[in-house]
């Protein structure tokens, strides 16, 4: 049934413009009850926050009304369902609902009595469920935020007994592929009493189609029993999607579920897979369930035999006893019939399986039921063994009642009804049943029938062919019956054998030779077979090898490809080589020569070392110099207070004591000066170790002493500037002057500040 609200989906724009509309209006209805006081905030404002209103909210008519599909239409149909499953079972069903959306069909199923679980992967969607569940607390559901796709696997044997998924699958299928999706729905089928699932069709105008199967009743082979109920619309187009109930133990037709423990898409084991699994029989409970397919090229013929069997069942001719009709129905896509199943063997079986039965009996109970339908101008196809039913009282029974025409035609050769009778009349009583195809195996000359059924049929064959009815053959085997020796030929028949019939005892001979000919040929029609397979699979190999020859031959080409690439980056590498060779020599050449230069530069600064340690002996007698120049200046303690003040005396003052021995020895002073003055420039290490040796050394650490005992505040400018910098400019403290007071003091003083503040 189209959707009115359906959109033309002339692009997916349509359809996201079409959502986006009817949320509006919905929304503004929703908004209309909350001002009437006739719906809750809280659920109202849930509602308007989902991307979608798919389903009508439970409960809730006045603002379901204009939501995105119709929903009362499977509804019906699924409480069907689970109301003849609840009487089945004899109690309430546990269910879940995959991909609950707003937990319509959830809802609605627990306040059929069912526990229910209800999953989504939107969070909005979980919490419209939660808020309408809570006007709801008798309910027994819940609602949970989960993917599909994690639950699936999860599930285990009877923790539900119905799932339901209902249009969802198609967009797993989109993200996983229909054989993930077929896989997993395999998995769950022998956990749950049944399933409930609408499958979106590839032939849809939305992006996901294309990943769909052709058949969507493919997704379900895991299923045993699956059954198209209906189909349905979407808001999406105008194409309506099929409604599936499947199971392994249940079946369901027309509102009715019975059991079956077995299935078969055979009817009897000579007919391998005849129908292209179009036909499905199963079995249970004293019942036979025939369920066939019309979606392939047998609809005809799979509509016509069911059809004809429920006509014949539901209106038999008197006297005929045959199974009770239960029920039979068909849609457009699925024919159906349900029937009593009386308990016994298929002939054909028992002939295979080598179990003894009476031939006599079956012919007479077979006869006389071929009279019935004779008498009301009716007859049976296809008489076979594989049509015979041996009953547990080794009565015989006609099956097939979908083969029962007004024709008096057999379906195959040899055409006539009563020649096809003596095939079956052979088989009966030889107890041999080849396969039907093919053709039947031509054994219609009584001739070929042991005694005393040779006398019966030569007695049929003497009549006209216009004669001929199963009355007559019903006849002649009641005297058959009665007295085995006597002759049953009418009066004016001869018994002696004539020329015809020894010619068609010879046919006989013939023709079972060409059977057994026959029979070699299949036998070396399957040898080739077998044969052409591994010639198939044979040439399957060798392209196989040879598409690998190729493949490997390629990958030959390439390889060549890549090694001459790489023999012209070898080549380039050889010329890079040889290059860096070459910068390496001559950096080691030059390396040499530092080195060299470094051993030169060690053995002066050892001479410097040494003209060092005789400055610092020098400077030893810089102390009572030292002491004489403060005791001079006390006199001039205003003006030294002053200079006191001054940062620059108070670095200068340990070096003015030094000028008094630095003047004395000028000439020294200058020829250090020269020979330390180009170290310095080369080197600042010589300059750090000099500094350190100021910290370090005797005299050093003397002259330092005297600083921080007479002049505190000195001492710390003088100790954190050697703390922070480490190192003291040579050259500025070792200036040449001949004398440390007057000018020359202030000028030394402020050549060792600068020397400070350089470093």
């Not at 079946?251 to 897979?273: P, Q």
């Not at 052979?426 to 031509?442: A, D, M």
């Not at 003397?702 to 480490?726: C, M, N, Q, Y």
Request: glycine share 6%; charged share 25%.
């Amino acid at each position: 049934m189209a959707n009115p609200n359906s959109i033309d989906p002339k692009n997916e724009n349509d359809i996201a413009g079409g959502v986006i509309a009817q949320k509006a209006r919905i929304q503004a209805d929703i908004q209309a009850q909350i001002d009437a006081g006739l719906l809750s905030r809280h659920l109202g404002d849930l509602i308007m926050q989902l991307p979608e209103i798919y389903q009508p909210i439970y409960s809730h008519p006045e603002i379901s009304i204009g939501v995105s599909r119709e929903s009362d239409d499977r509804w019906a149909v699924i409480r069907k369902i689970y109301l003849a499953m609840h009487d089945k079972l004899g109690r309430s069903l546990k269910v879940l609902d995959l991909g609950c959306a707003q937990g319509y069909m959830s809802l609605r199923l627990s306040a059929e009595g069912a526990s229910v679980t209800g999953v989504d992967y939107l969070d909005e969607n979980i919490a419209v469920c939660n808020a309408v569940a809570a006007e709801h607390r008798g309910l027994n559901v819940r609602f949970e935020t989960k993917r599909v796709e994690d639950l699936l696997g999860t599930i285990s044997v009877g923790q539900y007994d119905m799932v339901l998924g209902l249009s969802i699958f198609h967009h797993l299928i989109h993200l996983h592929g229909k054989d993930v999706i077929t896989g997993w729905l395999t998995e769950l089928a022998p956990k749950i009493e049944c399933g409930i699932f609408e499958f979106a069709l590839s032939s849809e105008p939305i992006y996901w189609a294309p990943s769909q199967p052709p058949t969507p009743r493919d997704l379900l082979s895991g299923f045993d029993f699956v059954h198209e109920i209906a189909r349905y619309g979407t808001h999406l187009s105008e194409i309506e999607r099929p409604l599936y109930y499947s199971s392994n133990r249940y079946w369901y037709l027309d509102g009715v579920i019975g059991s079956f423990e077995a299935w078969t898409y055979s009817s009897h084991h000579l007919v391998e897979n005849n129908f292209q699994k179009t036909r499905q029989y199963f079995f249970g409970n004293g019942q036979i369930i025939k369920k066939f397919l019309l979606d392939s090229g047998l609809e005809s013929v799979n509509r016509i035999e069911l059809k004809q069997e429920s006509n014949f069942l539901s209106a038999p001719p008197p006297g005929l006893q045959v199974p009770h009709l239960i029920l039979a129905g068909e849609n457009q896509y699925e024919v159906w019939l349900v029937r009593e199943a009386p308990p016994g063997k298929i002939l054909s079986t028992l002939i295979k399986d080598g179990v003894p039965y009476d031939p006599y009996l079956v012919l007479a109970d077979i006869l006389e039921q071929l009279c019935i339908l004779e008498a009301a101008g009716l007859y049976h196809n296809d008489i076979r063994t594989w049509n015979t039913l041996v009953l547990t009282d080794n009565s015989a029974m006609l099956l097939d009642y979908g083969s029962i025409i007004r024709s008096n035609e057999d379906c195959v050769w040899p055409h006539n009804i009563y020649l096809a009778f003596w095939i079956f009349v052979y088989e009966v009583v030889s107890g041999t049943v080849n396969t039907p195809f093919p053709l039947r195996q031509p054994f219609i000359s009584p001739i070929s029938l042991p005694e005393p059924y040779q006398k019966w049929g030569m007695m049929f064959w003497s009549y006209p062919t216009s004669e001929w009815s199963f009355k007559l053959l019903q006849d002649g085997f009641k005297k058959l019956v009665e007295n085995k020796n006597a002759t049953i030929l009418p009066k004016d028949s001869a018994i002696s054998e004539s020329g015809s019939e020894l010619w068609v005892r010879a046919m006989d001979e013939y023709v079972n030779k060409f059977i057994e000919l026959h029979e070699n040929l299949i036998l070396i029609q399957s040898e080739q077979n077998k044969l052409h397979a591994e010639m198939e699979q044979n040439r399957a190999e060798k392209e196989h090898f040879q598409q690998g020859l190729e493949s490997t031959r390629a990958e030959l080409e390439s390889t060549r490809g890549e090694l001459e690439s790489t023999r012209g980056e070898l080549e380039s590498t050889r010329g890079e080589l040889e290059s860096t060779r070459g910068e390496l020599e001559f950096t080691q050449a030059e390396m040499e020569y530092t080195r060299s230069e470094m051993l030169e530069a060690e053995a002066n600064l050892s001479d410097t070392k040494n003209q060092l340690a005789s400055v610092s002996a020098e400077k030893q007698n810089l102390k009572a110099r030292l002491d004489a120049m403060w005791l001079e200046r006390e006199r001039f303690r205003l003006q030294v207070e002053q200079i006191y003040a001054s940062r620059s005396y108070r670095i200068a003052a340990p070096l003015r004591w030094a000028t008094d021995a630095l003047r004395a020895s000028r000439a020294n002073l200058r020829n250090a000066r020269t020979k330390i003055s180009p170290l310095v420039t080369k080197t600042k290490i010589q300059i750090r170790r000099l500094a350190n040796w100021l910290k370090t050394t005797k005299f050093g650490g003397f002259l330092l002493g005297i600083v921080r005992k007479r002049f505190p505040g000195l001492w710390k400018k003088i100790a954190k500037r050697l703390e922070t910098d480490s190192r003291i400019e040579l050259g500025y403290v070792l200036k040449g002057h001949e004398s440390v007071s007057g000018p020359d003091e202030e000028y030394f003083v402020s050549n060792f500040n600068r020397g400070i503040k350089t470093e």
